[in-house]
């Protein structure tokens, strides 16, 4: 649970600033997407969370978690490739980018 409890502080962090930015005062909901690689349980994320948020703007919040899948494209042909793929199928180039499934991003606080 560790490793959910250090992405919720920095969930909590990036809150807090989106919220002293806007001039809110307490925060009641938290939009947060996170990649499949990066999240090993949601239950404990959102442990966490409530955790790491008691005493602040941000306690009794609620965190609405999209999981973005792992997906890549490859650097040589532009093919888009799904989950899993560690070399290119349409020209069995190994120079992969990580389009997506890594990601810890606020987007939106209420």
């Known amino acids: 649970m560790h490793h959910e409890t250090a992405m919720a502080q920095d969930i909590l962090n990036s809150a807090l600033a989106i919220a002293s ?6 925060i009641s909901r938290i939009k947060v997407k ?19 948020s008691s005493g602040s703007p941000a306690s009794g919040a609620r965190l609405k978690i999209e999981v973005t899948p792992l997906a890549g494209r490859c650097k040589k042909c532009k093919t888009f490739l799904k989950k899993d793929s560690f070399s ?5 180039s190994g120079d992969i980018e990580i389009a997506s499934g890594q990601e810890l991003l606020v987007e939106e606080v209420e």
Do not use: D, Q, W
């Open 21 to 26: 930015k806007k001039g809110i005062k307490k």
């Open 34 to 52: 996170v990649g499949e690689t990066r999240l090993a349980n949601k239950e404990y994320l959102e442990r966490g969370f409530e955790m790491v």
């Open 88 to 92: 290119c199928p349409s020209c069995a």
